[in-house]
């Protein structure tokens, strides 16, 4: 990920789009975490609602 940092031209709509991805999944998947841990039935609903979540990533 440090190499899409570094490397993500500025200019190419396809990198951002890419890149801003692979940080918002991170994000939700920190925010699951903290869910899991004091509400598991509200965990459950948001991965429900993001059938595209990959459930090996979300530990």
């Given at each position: 990920?440090?190499?899409t940092l570094e490397y993500?031209?500025?200019d190419d709509t396809q990198s951002?789009?890419?890149l801003t991805t692979v940080v918002d999944y991170e994000l939700f998947s920190n925010e699951t975490k903290k869910l899991?841990?004091?509400d598991r039935v509200r965990c459950e609903k948001i991965?429900?609602?993001m059938p595209t979540l990959d459930k090996?990533?979300?530990q």
């Open positions: 990920m440090k190499e993500a031209n500025e951002e789009l890419g899991r841990k004091k991965e429900g609602s090996d990533y979300v």
